[in-house]
């Protein structure tokens, strides 16, 4: 259209604008219905009705002043715009430089929450038995405190945590790829101590085959090549190893030396990088009401097991966790254990935040039910030490997060 097409209608266009309140006294929203022949242009001003109370159609510019502190106050407000198809490019928002940063921040702890509600859904999980967690800000509060009530601030990164894959693949071209630059990484490490002893004071050995001092930028190398499924959010390739790179850049500099743990069990005998070595058992968890992963991939309790995650520590750091572990567990009225916790096995290994751990498990392929091949499923732990320098974000978490973390 012309300009003076434009023109000859903006009088018109202008008159019929009207301007209206919408609050707590207004007695009915907009009829749209008595419109809907000639239109209804309006400008329309409110608070807390408007914000929070009110969607209007076609809404397609919003000056936004209304503060608020609340990350769930925040989202309620921020219906902008309307649901008018094809005016995309009309929308237009003007609010303060503030707003539009705690906007951004919200958005983005909404989107990280919403990845745990898809991996909780995909483990067929309830809030009831799955951790979760939301970034908090130093400024705004997640909801009203009387909400909260049952949520602990807690400090949160990969420093201290231990990463268990428990979602894998089933298809086989995934899992020869990812068994295939397993063999290249194992390979470069050399050769390693077999069967090495655990410590503590039982002198057991570890069936497997153990490497020490491995350059960090190794792991992190292994760990970006791995395929992962897109539900393995506790165990993500890119992340972790942008972590690791991380903290190799420091100064001083963390995460340099690292030790590597091949785990191996009784069951069906494979070749992992050029030896025979045979495959720990892992089946599939079945699922709870008929709800599943894609066909493509399955889902186990856990690989870890429990004093695999002690296989780098010294006897008196071993003694040292433990201690630990059953001085806490006193204080929930349990009984002691012979084996230390993960949390505070990543604890002690914090006193040298150099040192990471990395565990590959081998799953038998057959146990586990996946397409045929003879190669491995790969799954990995990677145990990070506690680091004090670490950047750590903070996050609110629910009781059952706080029970996983402990």
């Known amino acids: 259209m012309t300009w003076g097409q434009v023109r000859a209608l903006l009088p018109d266009s202008s008159d019929k604008i009207q301007v209206i309140t919408a609050n707590g006294k207004t007695k009915a929203d907009v009829d749209y219905d008595a419109y809907k022949d000639k239109g209804y242009s309006v400008i329309a001003v409110g608070g807390d009705k408007l914000s929070r109370g009110l969607t209007l159609e076609g809404l397609s510019v919003s000056y936004f ?16 715009f309307g649901y008018r198809r094809g005016f995309a490019d009309l929308c237009r928002l003007f609010t ?56 602990e601030l807690h400090q949160s990164s990969y420093a201290g945590e231990g990463k268990v894959q428990t979602v894998m693949f089933r298809d086989r071209v995934t899992i020869e790829r990812n068994a295939a630059i397993t063999d290249d990484f194992i390979r470069g490490l050399g050769d390693g101590t077999g ?51 991380d903290q190799l850049a420091m100064n001083p500099p963390e995460l340099t030396q690292w030790t590597v743990f091949l785990a191996t069990g009784s069951e069906k005998e494979v070749e992992i990088a050029g030896r025979r070595r045979r495959c720990i058992l892992r089946t599939p968890r079945d699922p709870r009401n008929g709800k599943a992963l894609p066909d493509d991939r399955f889902i186990i309790g856990t690989t870890l097991s429990p004093l695999d995650q002690a296989i780098d ?17 006193q204080s929930r009225t349990k009984p002691q254990t012979k084996v230390p916790s993960g949390e505070f096995i990543r604890k002690v290994r914090g006193t040298r935040p150099q040192n990471g751990l990395l565990i590959i498990y ?40 706080q029970r996983e973390e402990s």
Do not use: C
Request: charged share 30%.
């Open 96 to 151: 303060t430089p503030d707003m539009e940063d705690w906007f951004r921040y919200v958005a983005t702890a909404q989107k990280e929450l919403r990845a745990q509600f898809f991996e909780m859904a995909q483990m067929d999980a309830t809030p009831k038995d799955f951790g979760l967690k939301v970034a908090v800000h130093e400024i705004l509060e997640v909801t009203a405190k009387n909400k909260q009530r049952h949520a």
């Open 65 to 80: 002043l209304r503060i608020s502190r609340q990350y769930d106050s925040l989202l309620q407000m921020g219906r902008w």
């Open 313 to 329: 520590l010294t006897d008196v750091e071993f003694d040292s966790s433990l201690i630990m572990t059953n001085r806490e567990r």
């Open 362 to 401: 081998p799953i038998d392929p057959e146990q586990a039910k996946v397409e045929s091949t003879d190669r491995p499923v790969i799954s990995v732990v990677v145990s990070f030490p506690d680091s004090d320098a670490a950047d750590k974000r903070v996050y609110l978490v629910n009781s059952v997060q």
């Open 195 to 245: 069967n090495p002893r655990r410590p503590g004071p039982d002198n057991k050995k570890a069936d497997g085959t153990l490497w020490t001092n491995i350059a960090g930028r190794e792991i992190s190398d292994y760990l970006k090549n791995l395929t992962f499924p897109p539900e393995s959010m506790q165990v993500d390739g890119k992340k972790l190893s942008t972590y690791i790179n």
